[in-house]
């Protein structure tokens, strides 16, 4: 079983950046696509990022592309989120997910662990 543990949330202004991180441990980590997640209050969970095991090929949906990029350090087992024009929409508790099988693609991974996430929130 995976263990996921998320850093760097925080509360910054319309318009800044973060860089959020996720160690992942108890999983041959370069062998697996990586995703981030995102769960604002009332809502549901939404996929906001995804890179395959290769780090060659990243997925955003429409609303993220052009602000978050994703990205991975094999050697730290590290996967990162870089975020930038923050919204005050992006608001949420964002987690990292890790996918049951091996070699996943970055859209259509089989995540089944999840971090306890970390908490973003943009101010107006």
């Known amino acids: 079983q995976a263990q996921l543990v998320e850093s760097g949330g925080g509360l910054v202004q319309t318009g800044g950046s973060l860089r959020l991180s996720c160690v992942v441990s108890g999983r041959d980590f370069p062998l697996y696509a990586m995703g981030w997640f995102r769960q604002a209050p009332g809502k549901e969970r939404e996929f906001v990022a995804g890179?395959?095991?290769?780090?060659?090929?990243?997925y955003y949906p429409d609303s993220i592309r052009g602000r978050f990029t994703i990205s991975r350090d094999n050697a730290k087992n590290t996967v990162y989120l870089q975020m930038s024009s923050l919204k005050p929409e992006d608001t949420a508790v964002y987690s990292c997910?890790?996918?049951?099988?091996?070699?996943?693609?970055?859209?259509?991974?089989?995540?089944?662990?999840w971090g306890q996430g970390t908490q973003v929130t943009v101010s107006s």
């Open positions: 997910a890790a996918p049951q099988r091996k070699f996943g693609t970055a859209r259509y991974a089989d995540f089944s662990s």
């Open positions: 890179i395959d095991w290769t780090g060659r090929d990243t």
